[in-house]
């Protein structure tokens, strides 16, 4: 990814819930979006790091799951 003077999010095609925010610094952060009781909710997942992309879009999906049955707000 090419440095940037600006936050840069790169959505998952696939899921687009899901995504990496690339800041000036160099930092990268995974991202999930989703709505819940009708407001949107941004939840950050953690430094990519840390993280695998595959860790984080299973913990993305993990997250919506919990939300979707109520077990996560």
Known sequence: MPPSTKMVAYY?????????RVYPSGKRIFNVRFQ????RQLHRLGDAADMSV????????????KV??????
């Open 54 to 65: 595959s860790e984080a879009r299973a913990a993305a999906n993990t997250l919506i799951e």
């Open 68 to 73: 979707r049955y109520g077990v996560e707000k």
């Open 12 to 20: 998952d095609k696939k899921f687009p819930a899901f995504f990496l």
């Open 36 to 39: 819940h009781q009708g407001l």
